[in-house]
Protein backbone atom coordinates (compact mmCIF):
# COMPACT_ATOMS: atom_id res chain seq x y z
CA UNK A 1 0.00 0.00 0.00
CA UNK A 2 1.56 3.32 -0.89
CA UNK A 3 2.29 5.79 1.66
CA UNK A 4 0.08 8.31 2.03
CA UNK A 5 1.11 11.94 1.06
CA UNK A 6 -1.43 13.40 3.65
CA UNK A 7 -0.99 12.85 7.25
CA UNK A 8 -3.84 11.96 8.81
CA UNK A 9 -5.41 14.50 11.10
CA UNK A 10 -5.08 14.09 15.09
CA UNK A 11 -6.62 15.14 18.32
CA UNK A 12 -5.91 18.42 19.48
CA UNK A 13 -4.82 17.82 23.43
CA UNK A 14 -6.33 20.83 25.34
CA UNK A 15 -6.19 20.99 29.23
CA UNK A 16 -9.48 19.99 29.88
CA UNK A 17 -8.22 15.96 28.19
CA UNK A 18 -4.48 16.33 28.46
CA UNK A 19 -5.10 13.70 31.39
CA UNK A 20 -7.19 11.40 28.67
CA UNK A 21 -4.11 11.32 25.88
CA UNK A 22 -1.66 11.23 28.79
CA UNK A 23 -3.23 7.67 29.90
CA UNK A 24 -3.64 6.83 26.09
CA UNK A 25 0.15 7.24 25.84
CA UNK A 26 0.70 4.92 28.65
CA UNK A 27 -1.61 2.50 27.61
CA UNK A 28 -4.09 3.39 29.75
CA UNK A 29 -7.56 4.22 29.41
CA UNK A 30 -8.66 7.17 31.98
CA UNK A 31 -11.79 8.78 32.62
CA UNK A 32 -13.34 11.63 34.44
CA UNK A 33 -15.50 9.94 37.46
CA UNK A 34 -17.53 12.03 40.26
CA UNK A 35 -16.33 11.62 43.53
CA UNK A 36 -19.85 12.62 44.92
CA UNK A 37 -21.91 10.34 42.32
CA UNK A 38 -19.72 7.64 41.08
CA UNK A 39 -20.71 8.46 37.84
CA UNK A 40 -18.20 8.01 34.63
CA UNK A 41 -18.54 10.32 32.18
CA UNK A 42 -16.33 11.36 28.83
CA UNK A 43 -15.82 13.37 26.95
CA UNK A 44 -13.75 15.66 29.54
CA UNK A 45 -15.60 18.20 30.91
CA UNK A 46 -15.20 20.78 33.36
CA UNK A 47 -18.09 18.70 35.70
CA UNK A 48 -20.44 15.99 36.44
CA UNK A 49 -22.97 15.80 33.73
CA UNK A 50 -24.86 13.40 36.41
CA UNK A 51 -24.50 15.93 39.21
CA UNK A 52 -22.89 19.08 38.62
CA UNK A 53 -20.09 18.36 40.77
CA UNK A 54 -16.84 20.39 39.57
CA UNK A 55 -14.43 17.49 41.71
CA UNK A 56 -13.87 15.43 39.08
CA UNK A 57 -10.75 12.80 39.30
CA UNK A 58 -9.19 10.29 36.29
CA UNK A 59 -9.44 7.21 36.87
CA UNK A 60 -8.33 4.22 34.96
CA UNK A 61 -11.22 2.08 33.48
CA UNK A 62 -10.99 -1.08 32.10
CA UNK A 63 -10.65 -1.38 28.79
CA UNK A 64 -13.58 -3.68 28.52
CA UNK A 65 -16.72 -2.83 25.89
CA UNK A 66 -19.10 -3.70 23.85
CA UNK A 67 -19.98 -2.43 20.09
CA UNK A 68 -22.98 -0.47 20.31
CA UNK A 69 -22.94 0.97 16.98
CA UNK A 70 -20.83 0.69 13.59
CA UNK A 71 -20.84 1.66 9.88
CA UNK A 72 -18.62 0.33 7.28
CA UNK A 73 -16.66 3.33 4.99
CA UNK A 74 -15.73 1.37 1.54
CA UNK A 75 -15.46 4.90 -0.27
CA UNK A 76 -13.58 7.61 1.12
CA UNK A 77 -11.92 10.60 -1.56
CA UNK A 78 -10.12 12.58 1.19
CA UNK A 79 -6.45 11.98 0.67
CA UNK A 80 -5.91 10.86 4.23
CA UNK A 81 -8.34 8.06 4.11
CA UNK A 82 -8.27 6.77 0.14
CA UNK A 83 -6.09 3.89 1.15
CA UNK A 84 -7.58 3.03 4.02
CA UNK A 85 -10.93 1.63 2.85
CA UNK A 86 -12.67 -0.33 4.15
CA UNK A 87 -12.44 0.74 7.64
CA UNK A 88 -14.91 0.62 9.88
CA UNK A 89 -16.33 3.46 12.87
CA UNK A 90 -18.19 2.24 15.64
CA UNK A 91 -19.55 3.50 18.52
CA UNK A 92 -18.31 1.62 22.03
CA UNK A 93 -19.96 1.04 25.10
CA UNK A 94 -17.43 0.95 27.73
CA UNK A 95 -17.93 -1.04 30.64
CA UNK A 96 -18.10 1.47 32.68
CA UNK A 97 -21.01 3.19 31.05
CA UNK A 98 -19.74 5.97 28.59
CA UNK A 99 -19.60 5.50 25.32
CA UNK A 100 -16.99 6.66 22.61
CA UNK A 101 -16.25 6.32 18.70
CA UNK A 102 -13.57 4.32 17.60
CA UNK A 103 -12.18 2.03 15.21
CA UNK A 104 -12.65 -1.83 15.53
CA UNK A 105 -8.70 -3.21 14.53
CA UNK A 106 -7.83 -6.99 14.07
CA UNK A 107 -11.19 -8.28 12.58
CA UNK A 108 -13.06 -8.18 9.04
CA UNK A 109 -15.36 -6.09 8.40
CA UNK A 110 -18.16 -8.49 8.09
CA UNK A 111 -16.88 -10.09 11.02
CA UNK A 112 -18.54 -7.29 13.25
CA UNK A 113 -21.66 -7.64 15.31
CA UNK A 114 -23.25 -5.40 17.73
CA UNK A 115 -22.74 -6.52 21.27
CA UNK A 116 -19.69 -8.10 20.26
CA UNK A 117 -17.28 -8.01 23.61
CA UNK A 118 -13.66 -6.00 22.93
CA UNK A 119 -10.92 -5.02 24.80
CA UNK A 120 -9.41 -1.45 24.53
CA UNK A 121 -5.61 -1.63 22.46
CA UNK A 122 -3.50 1.64 21.85
CA UNK A 123 -2.07 2.58 18.65
CA UNK A 124 0.38 5.35 18.67
CA UNK A 125 0.42 7.79 16.46
CA UNK A 126 2.78 10.63 17.22
CA UNK A 127 5.09 11.70 20.50
CA UNK A 128 2.09 12.89 21.56
CA UNK A 129 -1.16 10.87 20.86
CA UNK A 130 -1.62 7.02 20.66
CA UNK A 131 -5.32 6.43 19.87
CA UNK A 132 -7.77 4.05 22.10
CA UNK A 133 -8.43 1.07 19.45
CA UNK A 134 -10.38 -1.85 20.41
CA UNK A 135 -9.85 -5.57 19.23
CA UNK A 136 -12.47 -8.73 19.44
CA UNK A 137 -12.26 -9.97 23.10
CA UNK A 138 -13.30 -13.37 24.49
CA UNK A 139 -15.14 -13.22 27.99
Known sequence: MPEPTHPKPLPVITEENR????????GKLLLQQCPSCAHYQF??????????????HWQEVSGRAT???????????????????????AIVQLEEGPRLMAN????LPEQLYVDMPLSVVFEPMSEAIALPRFKPATR
Open 19 to 26: PFWEGCRQ
Open 43 to 56: YPRLYCMHCGSREL
Open 67 to 89: LYSYTIIYQNKAPEFVHDTPYNV
Open 104 to 107: IVET
